[in-house]
C-alpha cells in the first residue's frame, strides 16, 4: 500500500507534466504549420507583384483604362486581388473595386514598407469581403526613383480552414487550454488595439 501511494506521488505530476508538455507540442505543431503555410503564400504572393512591377516598370502605367484592363486580365488568370498604386499611396487600379472610390492606401502597414523602398506585408481582415486577407505590396522603381507600387492579395480562408480542421482534432482538455490561452491574448491586447483591430482579435480569439 504504502509503495503504491509513493508510486502515485512520484508518476502522478509526471504524467500530469507529460501530458501537458504533449498538449503544448501540438499546440505549437498547428501554429509552425499554419505559419509556414502564410509564408507559402506570401511568397507566392511576392513572385506574382514582381512579375507585374516588373511589367509595369518596362511599359509604364499607360492610361488608368488600359491599366484598369490589364489588372482585370491579370485576375482573372491568378484569381488573385491586384492593385496598383502611385508613388504616394493612391489607388489607380484594383481589380476588385472601382478604383476612383478608393481611399488613400498611404496608411496601409504593407504600402508604408513599400513606400519605403521595401516589400511590404501584412494579414489582416477586411471588412469589404468579409474574411482574413492576405497582403503583399511591391516598389516599382525606375532609375533609383519610385514611381510606384504594386500590390498582390489573396484570401486566407482556406488556410483558416485548414486551421479548424486541425482544430476538430484537438480533445476537450485541449480546446479548453486553447480557448484560456486566446482569452488571455484578447485581454492582455485589446487595450493597445483600435477599435477595428480589436473586433479583428474578437473574432480570432473566439471559442473553437
Known amino acids: 500500500m504504502l509503495?503504491?501511494?509513493?508510486?502515485?506521488?512520484?508518476?502522478?505530476?509526471?504524467?500530469?507534466?507529460?501530458?501537458?508538455?504533449?498538449?503544448l507540442l501540438g499546440f505549437l505543431l498547428m501554429q509552425y504549420f499554419h505559419r509556414e503555410t502564410?509564408?507559402?503564400?506570401?511568397?507566392?504572393?511576392?513572385m506574382h507583384a514582381q512579375v507585374i512591377?516588373?511589367?509595369?516598370k518596362d511599359e509604364g502605367f499607360g492610361t488608368d483604362a488600359h491599366l484598369a484592363q490589364e489588372i482585370d486580365d491579370i485576375?482573372?488568370?491568378?484569381?488573385?486581388?491586384?492593385?496598383?498604386?502611385?508613388?504616394?499611396?493612391?489607388v489607380l487600379a484594383d481589380s476588385n473595386r472601382d478604383a476612383e472610390t478608393m481611399e488613400s492606401h498611404s496608411d496601409r502597414p504593407e504600402v508604408q514598407q513599400a513606400l519605403r523602398g521595401e516589400v511590404g506585408s501584412a494579414t489582416r481582415y477586411s471588412y469589404t469581403l468579409g474574411e482574413n486577407m492576405?497582403?503583399?505590396?511591391?516598389?516599382?522603381?525606375r532609375n533609383g526613383r519610385?514611381?510606384?507600387?504594386?500590390?498582390?492579395?489573396?484570401s486566407l480562408a482556406p488556410?483558416?480552414?485548414?486551421?479548424?480542421?486541425?482544430?476538430?482534432?484537438?480533445?476537450?482538455?485541449e480546446r479548453t487550454w486553447l480557448n484560456s490561452y486566446h482569452r488571455m491574448v484578447e485581454e492582455r491586447l485589446s487595450p493597445l488595439l483600435t477599435a477595428g483591430?480589436?473586433?479583428?482579435?474578437?473574432?480570432?480569439?473566439?471559442?473553437?
Open 159 to 173: 488556410v483558416d480552414a485548414a486551421m479548424q480542421h486541425n482544430i476538430t482534432m484537438l480533445t476537450a482538455d
Open 3 to 23: 509503495d503504491s501511494k509513493i508510486a502515485r506521488r512520484i508518476f502522478g505530476p509526471f504524467l500530469l507534466l507529460s501530458f501537458l508538455g504533449l498538449l
Open 134 to 141: 492576405l497582403y503583399v505590396a511591391v516598389p516599382v522603381q
Open 197 to 208: 483591430e480589436r473586433e479583428w482579435l474578437h473574432e480570432a480569439c473566439s471559442p473553437v
Open 53 to 56: 512591377a516588373l511589367n509595369l
Open 146 to 154: 519610385l514611381i510606384g507600387i504594386v500590390r498582390s492579395a489573396m
Open 38 to 46: 502564410l509564408e507559402n503564400a506570401r511568397q507566392e504572393l511576392q
Open 75 to 90: 485576375h482573372a488568370e491568378t484569381g488573385l486581388r491586384v492593385t496598383v498604386l502611385d508613388g504616394e499611396g493612391t
